[in-house]
C-alpha cells in the first residue's frame, strides 16, 4: 500500500484473501448447523465451541508468540487450519457431517486462532511506523469489513446453497494462499524477551502489564462486558432472521453485508475522527450505540430496519475497534506485545464465548429477541457505569502519548 512499504503491501494482501475465505465460512457454517439442528442452545454451542479456547489457552498461546518468530508461527498455523476446514468440506461433501463434528471443528480452529490471530495482531506495529498506525489499521480494517463481513457472506451463502461442501474447500484454499504471502515478509524480527524464563512467569508479567496500565485495562474490561452482551443476541442471527424477521438464507447473507457496509464506512472515516477527537468521546458515543442497537434489533420485525440497525452498528464497531487497536499497539512494548495481546483477547474473545453460551437459554427462556432486551438493559448499566472512568483513564493516557511523541 502507497506510504507503508512492501512488508505491509504483502500483510495487506494476505489479510485480504484469508479474510475471503473467512467470510464465506462466516455464512456458511451457521447454515450448515441450522441444517443440522434448530435449537437455540445448540446452535449457540457451535459459537462457544470456537471460542472457549481462548479461555483456555490465549494466554500460553501469547508466550509462545513472544518467544517464536512470528512469520513463520502464523504460515504454520494456516497450513493446520487449511488441512482442518479441507477435512470438514470431505465431511459435509460425503454428508457424514453431524453436529459433534461442527463443535470439534470449531475448537480446533479455536485453538489455532489463539496462536494465529494473537501473533497476527503484532505484525502492523512491526512493519509500519508509530504514526502510520492509525492509517495502517484503518486499512487493515477496510479490507477485512469489505471483503470478510460485506461481499464473503453473501458469496458464502450462495455456495452453500448451491452445494454445502464448496464454501468450506475454498475458505481451506484461502488459507493456503495466506500463508504463501505471509512467508514472503521480510526483514521482520521482533525484540527477543530480555531473559528466558518459566512459561508461569512470562504470562504472569503480561497479565501484571495489563492489569497496571489504567487505559488498556479499563478497554479490554470494557470489551469483555460488551461482547457478553453482543454474543449473546448475535450468536442467534440466523435463527432470529429466519424467525422473527422471515428472511431466507441470502436474507441472512444480506443483513451481514449490511453490518459490514456500516463497518467499511466506519474503517474509512475513523483516522479523521480519531485526529479531531478524542478517543473518550468516541468510545463514550460507542457505549450508546450500542445500547440503542440492542433495543433496535428487540423491537424490529423487518429485513430492513434490522439491516438499517446493523449498518449503523458496523460504523460504531469499526471506529471502536480503530480506536482500541490503536490505544494497545502505541501503549505496549513489542517484546510484551504477544502476551497483552494474549491476556486483551483472552478477555475480549471470552467475554464472546460466554455471551454464545448463555445467549441460548435466554432465547429459551424469553423468545429470540430476549438476549437483545437484556443485553440492552446490561449496556445501559455499563454505558452509566463506565462514562467517567473512560473519561479520566483514557485522557491521561492520550496525554502522555503526546508527551512520547513530541520528546
Same mark, same amino acid.
Given at each position: ?5 512492501r ?7 494476505? @489479510? ?11 455464512a ?12 437455540p442452545l ?6 462457544f ?6 479461555l483456555?489457552f ?6 509462545y508468540?513472544?518467544?517464536l ?13 487449511a ?19 461442527v463443535?470439534? !471443528?470449531a ?5 489455532c486462532e489463539t ?36 461481499a464473503?457472506?453473501p458469496?458464502?451463502a ?14 481451506? !484454499?484461502?488459507?493456503? !494462499? ?7 515478509l ?9 531473559e ?32 457478553i ?14 424467525d422473527?424477521?422471515g ?15 456500516g ?6 472515516v475513523?483516522?479523521?475522527?480519531? @485526529?479531531r477527537?478524542?478517543d ?12 440503542l ?38 501503549a505496549?512494548p513489542?517484546?510484551?506485545r504477544g502476551?497483552?495481546? @494474549?491476556?486483551?483477547?483472552?478477555l475480549v474473545?471470552?467475554? @464472546? ?27 445501559a ?15 491521561v493516557n ?10
Amino acid at each position: 500500500m502507497a506510504g507503508l512499504g512492501r512488508n505491509f503491501t504483502k500483510l495487506w494482501a494476505a @489479510s485480504a484473501v484469508s479474510n475471503i475465505g473467512d467470510g464465506i465460512m462466516t455464512a456458511a457454517t451457521p447454515l450448515l448447523v441450522a441444517s443440522l439442528t434448530d435449537d437455540p442452545l445448540l446452535v449457540g454451542l457451535s459459537v462457544f465451541a470456537g471460542q472457549l479456547p481462548w479461555l483456555l489457552f490465549s494466554l500460553i498461546s501469547g508466550v509462545y508468540v513472544d518467544r517464536l518468530d512470528r512469520r513463520r508461527l502464523i504460515v504454520a498455523v494456516n497450513l493446520v487450519r487449511a488441512l482442518i476446514i479441507g477435512l470438514l468440506a470431505v465431511a459435509v461433501w460425503q454428508g457424514a457431517a453431524t453436529i459433534a463434528l461442527v463443535y470439534a !471443528v470449531a475448537f480446533l480452529l479455536g485453538c489455532c486462532e489463539t496462536l494465529g490471530d494473537n501473533a497476527s495482531g503484532t505484525l502492523v506495529p512491526m512493519v509500519v511506523a508509530s504514526e502510520d498506525l492509525p492509517r495502517a489499521n484503518s486499512r487493515m480494517q477496510t479490507v477485512y469489513f469489505a471483503l470478510n463481513t460485506f461481499a464473503a457472506p453473501p458469496l458464502g451463502a450462495a455456495l452453500f446453497v448451491l452445494a454445502a461442501a464448496v464454501p468450506f474447500g475454498v475458505n481451506a !484454499v484461502t488459507f493456503v !494462499v495466506a500463508a504463501v504471502l505471509i512467508s514472503m515478509l521480510r526483514g521482520v524480527r521482533q525484540a527477543p524477551p530480555a531473559e528466558r524464563r518459566s512459561l508461569r512467569a512470562d504470562m504472569a508479567e503480561g497479565v501484571r502489564w495489563l492489569w497496571r496500565h489504567p487505559a488498556i485495562r479499563l478497554l479490554a474490561v470494557a470489551l469483555f462486558l460488551m461482547n457478553i452482551t453482543l454474543m449473546s443476541a448475535f450468536s442467534l442471527l440466523v435463527l432470529y432472521s429466519r424467525d422473527r424477521l422471515g428472511a431466507d438464507e441470502y436474507g441472512y447473507g444480506l443483513l451481514i453485508t449490511a453490518m459490514a457496509a456500516g463497518a467499511i464506512i466506519g474503517a474509512t472515516v475513523a483516522p479523521r475522527l480519531q @485526529s479531531r477527537f478524542r478517543d473518550s468521546l468516541l468510545l463514550r458515543v460507542g457505549l450508546v450505540i450500542e445500547t440503542l442497537t440492542h433495543a433496535g434489533l428487540a423491537l424490529a420485525t423487518s429485513p430492513w430496519v434490522a439491516g438499517a440497525i446493523l449498518a449503523a452498528f458496523g460504523v460504531h464497531g469499526s471506529v471502536m475497534g480503530a480506536v482500541s487497536v490503536t490505544l494497545r499497539q502505541r501503549a505496549v512494548p513489542d517484546e510484551l506485545r504477544g502476551r497483552v495481546q @494474549s491476556v486483551y483477547m483472552m478477555l475480549v474473545v471470552g467475554g @464472546s464465548a460466554i455471551g454464545a453460551l448463555i445467549g441460548g437459554p435466554i432465547a429459551r427462556w424469553l423468545g429470540l429477541t430476549g438476549p437483545f432486551w437484556v443485553s440492552a438493559g446490561a449496556m445501559a448499566l455499563f454505558t452509566v457505569f463506565a462514562w467517567r472512568p473512560f473519561g479520566r483513564h483514557l485522557a491521561v493516557n492520550q496525554g502522555r502519548q503526546a508527551v512520547t511523541v513530541t520528546s
